[in-house]
């Protein structure tokens, strides 16, 4: 008589890799669906603000953050949505009024003072908020600056939100040039952190 272990064994091993697939398949999609890296998402659990800066196909230059907030994406969204209120807790931003809003867009006019002796720099931005609690972008449609364009992401993990923050600005020929990315870059960390501190609270 013939033993069953054999069969046994491999049945076993079977389901080993079968558990082992999933549990890969899971958390590198988990992990990586949003091309993430394992350091990055690291990062992001310890409360850090993680940077880069980008060169899309144009040649624009521009930068990218993103930080984990201990809030849902619609509850995220909602923050962001609110422009008039941003103004309230993000001290380069002095002024910010919607001046035409519809179901999918956003018009509003901003005032950002970037460094004390530079003027106020007014410029209005046009919010395309089509994939809701997903994705808002946003481009310059009037005011100062050559280009600003960009969007921002809200990616859930596990009941919070990953936001990724991504800019492009193009300053134009009469102003300073260091006002474009580098600037942009240097005050994210800053922004996404009172961003996250704001939805945290939640409490506009």
Known sequence: MLSPAPAKNS???????????????????????FSLSYQTVVKLKKGEVV????????????????????????????????????????PKLKKA?????????????????????????????LFDQKNKYKKMAFSKIDGCFQDIYGSIKFIPYNGKTILIYTMYIEVGFFIPSFIGSNSVKKDLPDLLSRIKNQAERNTW
């Not at 907030?69 to 103004?87: Q, R, S, T, Y």
């Not at 009024?97 to 007014?122: C, D, H, S």
């Open 97 to 125: 009024r919607i001046l035409e809003k519809g179901n999918n867009y956003q018009k509003v006019f901003m005032a950002v003072k970037i460094y004390r002796f530079l003027p106020t720099f007014k410029f209005t931005i």
């Open 11 to 33: 049945t076993r091993l079977c389901i080993c890799l079968i558990l082992s697939f999933l549990l890969i398949f899971f958390f590198t999609r988990k992990i990586f669906a």
């Open 51 to 90: 940077t880069e800066e980008l060169k899309n196909q144009r040649q624009h230059k521009g930068a990218k953050g993103l930080v984990l907030i201990n809030a849902p994406p619609d509850e995220v969204w909602k923050l962001i949505l609110n422009k008039e209120f941003l103004a309230t807790f993000i």
